[in-house]
């Protein structure tokens, strides 16, 4: 029962640190800033609850149950912050500005085929194309957004596009 509780737990933060990605690019805000808040309230967070989590853990040892919590506290502070900010930004508060598109570029993924045991090689039929662009906004701060084939093909550098930014609940702004 604790072994299915602990996997559980693993695969919540897993899901809660691909959030707080996607919602570290709407928010534009230098990147250090709630990095830093989460691991010190992390930080905080696991000496506090240390002994208490030593059943949970499963880890008898101090430093390392130390670490382990002050990971997975930081992981669900900074998604918290993130989420707050986020689902905070009241539509009032909305203002639309013009960016520049700088640059646009295409990554392509090549699909990979197994020709022998243990032997792979690159597989041509099966491409994956990422479309991404790069906005300048009036600040000079930089935006990257990501765009279907035909957008890329109508897209232009030097164009402006209209970007609405919004205020957050805690003072950083979002793109919406």
Same mark, same amino acid.
């Given at each position: 029962?604790?072994?299915? +509780?602990? #996997?559980?737990?693993?695969?919540? +933060? ?9 919602? $570290?690019?709407? &928010? ?7 990095? !830093? ?18 059943? =949970? ?8 149950? $130390?670490?382990?919590? &002050?990971? !997975? ?7 918290? =912050?993130? %989420?707050?900010? *986020?689902? !905070?930004?009241?539509?009032? %508060?909305?203002? &639309?500005?013009?960016?520049? #598109? @700088? ?6 993924? *090549? ?17 994956? *194309? /990422?479309?991404?662009? %790069? ?7 930089? =935006? @990257?957004? /990501? ?12 164009? /402006? ?16």
């Amino acid at each position: 029962m604790l072994t299915a +509780l602990r #996997v559980i737990i693993i695969i919540i +933060l897993v899901i809660m640190a691909a959030g707080g990605c996607f919602l $570290m690019g709407r &928010t534009h805000v230098a990147p250090w800033l709630p990095v !830093g808040m989460a691991l010190t309230s992390g930080v905080l967070f696991a000496m506090a609850i240390n002994k208490a989590m030593r059943t =949970l853990t499963g880890i008898s040892r101090n430093g390392l149950r $130390m670490v382990v919590l &002050t990971a !997975g506290c930081s992981v669900l502070v900074f998604f918290a =912050l993130l %989420t707050a900010n *986020y689902a !905070g930004a009241p539509s009032h %508060t909305a203002t &639309t500005v013009r960016a520049e #598109v @700088v640059a646009k570029k295409v990554r392509t993924e *090549y699909g990979t085929r197994r020709v022998g045991r243990g032997r792979y090689v690159r597989d041509s039929s099966r491409k994956i *194309y /990422h479309y991404e662009y %790069t906005l300048r906004l009036p600040d000079g701060s930089t =935006l @990257v957004r /990501h765009t279907d084939a035909d957008g890329y093909v109508k897209l232009r550098v030097g164009r /402006h596009e209209n970007v609405e930014l919004r205020r957050g609940a805690l003072g950083w702004t979002v793109a919406r």
